[in-house]
């Protein structure tokens, strides 16, 4: 799997406008004392999650392959006064510092993994960092999701960032081409943009699939639910699922 989002690093945070950070930060506060945890974030980007989870919890790693968005994530840690411990790695070959009470995976991650025995390697990665009794808090798209990605294009345009994203789904997968043009300086005082280019690859998992998958790796799934309880697993854009490892 190639190093996705370096090239963007400097405009994910415009691409990841509308992320569900707070709904997952609620989420997880509802369920559990964060400042008795130790909390893993594999694929967490530029720490925004992060680093309001890595203000409570005991202590908090973020993990990425991107070492370009792990250095933003950095950043904002030190701003906001979070102590958290970043490592570039590979989530299908995740080793943590220590064990870890809760592991969390958002914003579609792992439908990066495009084939089964990828997901079914990183779930027995990520369970092999947990805890016995540690829960693993993940999301993957949704079928309402995978219909409305046919729709194919959508833009974004501000002062300082122009996003274009076309997506192409085939069956279980979905071709992401994403064009940005982000404002550097002025030239003349007229704006200089910088063109950015990336192509991923997604691939729509099923809930039974990763159901089956979660228990090969020795996880029990004990809660899943469409967009934090809003829709039906059959109808949702997001599936919000945790397991545990017993």
Do not use: K
């Amino acid at each position: 799997m190639a190093v996705l989002y370096d090239a963007f690093a400097d405009v994910y945070d415009a691409l990841m406008a509308d992320a569900p950070y707070a709904e997952w930060q609620a989420f997880l506060e509802e369920r559990y004392r964060l400042d008795s945890l130790d909390i893993a974030d594999i694929g967490c980007g530029t720490g925004v999650l992060t680093v309001e989870l890595g203000r409570q919890a005991r202590f908090c790693i973020g993990v990425d392959q991107s070492e370009a968005m792990l250095s933003i994530a950095q950043e904002r840690a030190m701003a906001a006064g979070a102590r958290i411990v970043w490592l570039t790695q590979d989530m299908r070959e995740l080793r943590l510092p220590r064990p870890v009470d809760l592991a969390i995976a958002t914003c579609d991650v792992l439908n990066y993994l495009t084939c089964e025995d990828d997901l079914r390697q990183a779930f027995r990665a990520i369970a092999n960092t947990l805890r016995n009794g540690g829960v693993f808090a993940f999301d993957v798209i949704g079928p309402a999701r995978l219909d409305m990605l046919q729709h194919g294009y959508w833009h974004q345009v501000d002062d300082d960032v122009v996003l274009l994203h076309e997506t192409d789904v085939q069956r279980d997968w979905v071709r992401h081409e994403v064009v940005a043009f982000a404002r550097v300086q002025e030239v003349a005082g007229e704006p200089l943009y910088r063109r950015i280019e990336e192509r991923h690859q997604q691939r729509y998992y099923p809930l039974a699939q990763v159901q089956e998958a979660l228990a090969a790796a020795g996880l029990q799934l004990i809660e899943a639910t469409g967009d934090f309880g809003r829709q039906s697993v059959e109808t949702a854009d997001r599936l919000v699922c945790r397991a545990v490892r017993p």
